[in-house]
DNA sequence: CTCGGCGTCCCCCGGAAGGTAGAGGCCGGG
DNA sequence: CCCGGCCTCTACCTTCCGGGGGACGCCGAG
């Protein structure tokens, strides 16, 4: 037999980490060498144990899935990630796919899903759950927003008004409102409260 | 030594439900005899084991945990319910608390917290993590939005405008518009798109 | 170099939102 | 029984939002 799939874990959630690690332990071709509970701790295990796979949630304190991403693909152009989290419709995916991560799971995938995706990634072959996949078309097909769209567009969700966001960014509340309209086209919105309702759903911002 | 406690296990995520049976059956003293992906089925199994502990997540297809919570209940006012949850801050934790659920943890608790929370309940003493303690204290400070408020907030949510809601709910723009009134007041903010905001914080909605 | 996207700024205007100040009906608890 | 909370409705007024334009400098791709 050949040496077994080295894997690393990190997600903030004990109880995933132990569900993950019970169920890839049990595989007689792979196997858990660390887990880390935040994304410094993910890049740190990473660079020791420079596992085959590395399992990633996105949404982990000190740093995100993004970030851990760019990091590790930093220093291994190579390295085999599989990000894995709970929502899907989220912007963050497709920048850690467009980044180099290799594979994409929701965490209510069933066992066998899981497992495939781990032995597909650790080939370097890609995966991408079908749901992600339709998802990530439907995206292709609409406008993005530029980065200071964005920034307002965070603004917007707190409940800021447009003269309140033009003095945090600095510009004029007319700028501000050249901003907010072409957001509103962009995600096809009648109002902002409706921009801030379709930007959660699609995973542009995090409340 | 005495009978295991034996627990029922309710989680859409497959990984999570193997976490938890790996940490719990690790366990002299407990065992994990149902697992269910939803809420019917953690219905059904709960009348199926009668098991001494049931954990439930808050969010499940199908019926989410304050409805399995309250039948369950209904059949059995003496069942021992522990709560588990991603999201703190969530309004519906309250809800399952003073319906009768016997404690309450975040799904990023230690194993230990787990653990020990489970043979709390099992052994009838109520568990709440000490976090969501010191949310229960603030929230009683808080105003509490009546049944037609959180109708009007829902919609509010979704970007629909004053008339529009008072459309849908069969009502004037102006009872809408002092719904929106009511809550804005009540929720401490300047804006509709702000009120929303705070709403999603407080877990009054889900978006 | 030229074109297009981006970010910044400006105009006007109608309509929606939000603040203020009431008032009547209905129901449940003291 | 009467009070208080809730839901409903009303009128007026100010501010803000959103739609429609147009304009400029900057920069990177072609």
């Known amino acids: 037999m050949k040496t077994k799939i080295r894997v690393v874990l990190a997600d903030d959630h004990p109880v995933v980490r132990d569900g993950l690690a019970a169920m890839i332990n049990q595989q007689a071709d792979m196997e858990v ?30 740093r995100d899935g993004v970030a851990v991403v760019q990091r590790v693909l930093e220093v291994n152009p190579k390295a085999c990630i599989l990000i894995m989290t709970t929502y899907d419709g989220d912007e963050d995916i497709f920048q850690c796919l467009s980044q180099g991560a290799k594979g994409y799971l929701l965490k209510d995938a069933p066992r066998q899903e899981i497992l495939s995706a781990i032995r597909a990634v650790s080939e370097d072959r890609p995966y991408t759950s079908s749901t992600v996949a339709a998802k990530a078309l439907q995206r292709m097909a609409k406008p993005s927003l530029t980065q200071r769209e964005l920034d307002v567009l965070q603004l917007v969700a707190q409940g800021r008004s447009n003269k309140d966001i033009a003095r945090r960014l600095s510009i004029t509340e007319g700028t501000a ?31």
């Open 177 to 207: 409102k050249t901003h907010v309209k072409a957001i509103l086209t962009k995600l096809d919105a009648i109002s902002r409260t409706e921009a801030v309702a379709v930007a959660h759903r699609r995973g542009l911002i995090h409340l």
């Open 33 to 62: 060498v660390a887990e880390a509970g935040d994304g410094e701790a993910a890049i740190t295990l990473y660079e020791q144990h420079r596992p085959d796979v590395m399992v990633l949630d996105l949404r982990m304190p000190k």
